[in-house]
């Protein structure tokens, strides 16, 4: 049972992921210059370079603030059921004499997961001084999932924007790398210029996101213009956005809001009033279809599969790396065939001293430095002579800290140490922590794994994998595989770097092999 919760629910991160992309692309700002803010998602800010329009500053900064206050909600749905509501507030402060303007973005899901109730919380405030050409003055970032609570904090200290982040009571707790980010809202104003003058059909702008943690750029995402509507006076332009390699549609009216709009595997979002949004979370989905991946085969436990090839179509932008035991056979135009066998060893390379450094490093998310961290890493290894002794050490004692839960989020290891709760990223979360105190290099994996016999279904998945001081090694926190078995299909090593993630509903996988 613990072994099909885990292969059932690990995909929940991801899922949820998908959930924000239309959204925060579609009621996205687009620009010709500088950075621009495209979307305070729930981690970020998305921004975009260019040249900007001179009819940007026909304006004061006053009065096209004031012009363009809005409150816009909107719904989440799948196949009609709720899913939540996002929020886009922006007003000026004070309202006589405006000096300040105030973004506000926040939005509420709730779903269930393997028959747990999880819900989350993410509100971002932005301020930009008026006066000051609207640069911007301060951002915090607040978030709840499942009760654990942590806030981010982009202020000027010492003359450069640094991150500050914050434990479950509000304290700052560590610094993070420092960053610099310039003229947003400068940005903004071509992006809403851009849209009110309706662009030519087909062109497209990139964006990045601009990723809190470090403050750095990610460029990730594509909007492409579409067309002007015609006949309906709520909505003026359609846009086609697309994100790690997720593809969504959303029409916006005249002045550049979102109005609805249709993202991955059918969530759709739709312009509503507050009173509707609210009774959204009245009554929450299961949201487990968006983790699965069905099959037509059943081969049982994972455990007696030695080789397995599949076929995957429908891919939406998701590259399939290589390993020594994961083999990419094929690339088609839709298409791609992949192998994996059990018990293929990576070759014997040593790190580079940037890799080690990385790999090593205590962050936001694999806070090694964090007491109870160090208590767990040394207590675990304690007698372990070996780096393979004491990877397996560190994989029993994350199984023996935790218990399987679809509905404890926790977005660092400290805090999933404390909840004593998670599915498969705060096993992995609270494997690698302990890992990179004890000097160990660890990296998260996401990818796809078997869901267990009668299932006929693989399901979102995380794992890690640890260099032993020769080679790295794929280990599964939830199931305590020391290498992981041939089902673990991977479609990111390193993952947060970026690169695309498919979302599964949008695949289909055949099975074309497995002994």
């Not at 006949?231 to 549609?249: A, F, K, T, Y």
């Not at 994996?445 to 080679?471: E, K, N």
Request: include cysteine; aromatic fraction near 8%.
């Amino acid at each position: 049972m613990h072994r099909r919760w885990g292969r059932e629910t690990g995909s929940r991160r991801v899922s949820r992921c998908a959930w924000f992309v239309l959204a925060a692309a579609c009621t996205a700002t687009s620009t010709e210059r500088a950075p621009e803010v495209v979307a305070a998602g729930p981690e970020a800010i998305a921004v975009s370079p260019g040249a900007a329009d001179a009819s940007v500053t026909e304006l004061s900064w006053a009065d096209w603030a004031r012009a363009h206050t809005h409150d816009v909600w909107l719904e989440y749905s799948l196949d009609d059921a709720p899913l939540g509501w996002y929020l886009d507030r922006w007003r000026v402060e004070p309202a006589e004499r405006p000096t300040t303007l105030v973004v506000e973005r926040e939005t509420r899901v709730r779903a269930y997961f393997a028959n747990e109730l999880s819900q989350t919380r993410l509100r971002a405030v932005a301020r930009f001084d008026l006066e000051q050409r609207g640069r911007l003055t301060s951002f915090e970032h607040f978030v709840d999932q499942d009760g654990v609570e942590s806030t981010k904090v982009l202020r000027v200290a010492d003359g450069r924007w640094r991150v500050f982040v914050g434990d479950e009571n509000g304290r700052v707790e560590r610094e993070g790398p420092s960053g610099e980010v310039d003229d947003l809202l400068d940005s903004i104003r071509a992006y809403f210029d851009w849209i009110e003058h309706a662009p030519a059909v087909g062109e497209r702008r990139t964006y990045a996101w601009l990723d809190l943690h470090e403050p750095i750029l990610r460029p990730t995402t594509t909007a492409e213009y579409l067309e002007r509507l015609e006949g309906d006076p709520s909505v003026s332009h359609r846009l086609r956005v697309e994100e790690l390699g997720l593809v969504g549609e959303c029409d916006l009216d005249a002045a550049g809001q979102i109005v609805r709009g249709v993202g991955p595997a059918g969530v759709r979002v739709e312009r509503c009033g507050p009173e509707i949004a609210e009774r959204r979370l009245e009554d929450p989905p299961e949201f487990d279809r968006l983790s699965q991946l069905p099959v037509d085969v059943d081969f049982g436990e994972s455990d007696d599969v030695d080789r397995l090839v599949l076929e995957f179509s429908q891919l939406g932008g998701a590259v399939w790396p290589e390993t020594a035991r994961q083999r990419v056979l094929l690339v088609g135009e839709d298409r791609v065939v992949v192998q994996t066998r059990r018990g293929v060893e990576e070759p014997p390379r040593e790190l580079s001293t940037e890799e080690r450094e990385r790999y090593t490093r205590c962050d936001h998310r694999f806070d090694c430095d964090a007491p109870a961290i160090r208590r767990l890493a040394t207590r675990a290894v304690a007698g372990k002579s070996t780096p393979r002794s004491r990877i397996r050490a560190l994989l029993d004692a994350t199984r023996r800290e935790l218990t399987g839960s679809g509905a404890a989020n926790a977005s660092r290891a400290s805090a999933v140490l404390e909840r004593g709760r998670g599915d498969c990223t705060e096993f992995t979360l609270l494997f690698i922590a302990p890992a990179r105190a004890n000097g160990l290099p660890a990296r998260e994996l996401a990818g796809i794994v078997w869901t267990g016999p009668g299932s006929r279904a693989f399901g979102w998945h995380a794992w890690a994998a640890v260099h032993d001081g020769q080679r790295w090694v794929e280990v599964d926190p939830v199931f305590g595989q020391l290498p992981v078995d041939a089902t673990h299909v991977a479609t990111e090593l390193d993952f947060g770097s970026g690169a695309p993630v498919p979302l599964l509903s949008n695949l289909v996988v055949r099975v074309l092999r497995f002994d």
